[in-house]
C-alpha cells in the first residue's frame, strides 16, 4: 500500500485500489490527489481501479470530481466506488460506477436516493471494464500452470512501472513486473513471474513468489545484496559485493540452480546457465 495522507493506493496483483479518508474535507482530497498523480506521473499507464469512499458514498457530486480529477491526470478508469458495510449499515456494498442513463426527456431532478447497489454519475462516461474480465484473465493464466507450478512464460499480464520506483514503495503481481528505472534502496517487488529492471536494482525483490523456481530477475545494474526467487534467498558473497563497486558493467540474471540463487552476465531469458557466482540465503 501507498501511503500519501488523506489518499492511499492499494495494489494487489493486477488490482488497484484509492482509498479516501472520508472525514478529511474535500478540497483537501481533491488537491491530495492532483498531488500524488503528478508526482506518479507515468507510473500507472492504463486500467482499472476501485475507490474506497467511505461515507462519500452518498455524495454523488464528490464522487463525480474525484473519478474526473483521476481519469483527467493518469491513464486510469474508476470502475467501481466501494464503502465498508459498516459505513452505511446496509450490509456488505459493492457499487459499480454507472453512466447517468439517456434520455431524450430531460430528467425531472429527485430527492430520493438511488438503489442501495448503485450510483450514477452525472457524466456521459463510456461503459466501464468490469473489473471481474481482469480477474477473469488472471485466472486463465492460472490455469495455464503445469504440474510443478510453473506458468506459461511466454504469455503473462506483465505491470510496467514508468517512472523510479521509490523508497517506501511496495507492489505484488500475479505476472512479471518490468520497471523501465531504478528501483531504490527501501522498494519491494514481489512478483509471481519474472522480474526485469531496465535499471539499478537497490530494493527488494522477490521473483517466483508463488513457488515457481524457474522465475528470474534480470537488472541493467544488480548492486542489490539481497533478494529471492520462490523460497530460495540470496545474499551476495563478499568478493560479489567488491566486484560491485568495479567497473565492471553490462546486465545481470539471478536464477536459481541446485537449490541455490547464482548470478552471471545476461546472455538471453532463456539461455542455458552453468556458470555463475552462488548467492546463498
Not at 490527489?33 to 458514498?57: H, W
Not at 430531460?106 to 456521459?124: D, M, S, T, W, Y
Amino acid at each position: 500500500m501507498l501511503k500519501t495522507g488523506i489518499v492511499q493506493v492499494e495494489t494487489r496483483g493486477a488490482d488497484v485500489a484509492f482509498v479516501i479518508d472520508d472525514e478529511a474535507p474535500f478540497e483537501a482530497v481533491a488537491g491530495e490527489l492532483r498531488e500524488y498523480l503528478a508526482n506518479m506521473n507515468g507510473l500507472f499507464s492504463k486500467g482499472d481501479i476501485t475507490m474506497k469512499v467511505g461515507q462519500r458514498m452518498l455524495a454523488r457530486d464528490e464522487l463525480s470530481r474525484m473519478k474526473s480529477i483521476i481519469e483527467t491526470h493518469s491513464g486510469l478508469t474508476v470502475t467501481r466506488f466501494w464503502c465498508p458495510p459498516e459505513s452505511l449499515d446496509s450490509g456488505d456494498l459493492k457499487i459499480e460506477a454507472k453512466p447517468a442513463a439517456k434520455s431524450a426527456v430531460p430528467a425531472v431532478p429527485k430527492q430520493e436516493l438511488p438503489a442501495h447497489n448503485e450510483v450514477v454519475i452525472p457524466e456521459p462516461e463510456p461503459e466501464p471494464v468490469e473489473v471481474s474480465s481482469v480477474e477473469s484473465v488472471i485466472a486463465d493464466l492460472r490455469k495455464r500452470q503445469n504440474k510443478n507450478g510453473t506458468r506459461n512464460r511466454n504469455r503473462t499480464e506483465a505491470l510496467f512501472i514508468k517512472s523510479t520506483f521509490r523508497s517506501g514503495e511496495s507492489v505484488h503481481h500475479d505476472g512479471d513486473v518490468v520497471v523501465l528505472a531504478d528501483v531504490n534502496p527501501g522498494a519491494e517487488i514481489e512478483a509471481d513471474g519474472d522480474i526485469v529492471v531496465l535499471g539499478a536494482l537497490k530494493g527488494m525483490a522477490h521473483a517466483g513468489a508463488a513457488g515457481d523456481t524457474k522465475a528470474v530477475i534480470i537488472a541493467l545494474e544488480l548492486p542489490a545484496t539481497r533478494f529471492q526467487i520462490a523460497k530460495y534467498q540470496g545474499i551476495a558473497p563478499v568478493t560479489a559485493r567488491r566486484k560491485g563497486k568495479s567497473s565492471a558493467t553490462g546486465p545481470k540474471i539471478a536464477y536459481v540452480r541446485s537449490r541455490s540463487i547464482h548470478v552471471a552476465p545476461f546472455a538471453g531469458r532463456f539461455a542455458r546457465y552453468s556458470k555463475g557466482v552462488p548467492y546463498d540465503g
